[in-house]
């Protein structure tokens, strides 16, 4: 089942890729209301890309053309400290 933006928000669903900082990787997935991270409807699971034009280029084969960009540090919390907010973005693809 491919959804596009519009289903998705009626299913209060945003997609939605992850980077972490100095990461070698982005997940693809999608983020509810609660902002739980889960699978695109269309897949069975949380899609892992090598570069953000992958995760980019696979949100634009299953139909979505507006996604956010969440980038994460993890170094915050390596040094003990109170983590730091995601900087979000929202991408037109």
Do not use: W
């Amino acid at each position: 089942m491919q959804l596009d933006n519009r289903q998705l928000n009626n299913m209060q669903l945003k997609p939605t890729i992850i980077g972490i900082s100095e990461g070698i990787h982005y997940l693809v997935g999608v983020t509810d209301e609660n902002e739980n991270f889960s699978a695109l409807p269309s897949l069975r699971e949380i899609e892992v890309c090598h570069s953000l034009s992958g995760a980019k280029q696979l949100l634009r084969d299953h139909d979505i053309t507006i996604a956010q960009l969440l980038l994460q540090t993890a170094y915050d919390e390596m040094c003990g400290l109170p983590d730091s907010p995601a900087t979000v973005q929202t991408i037109n693809l």
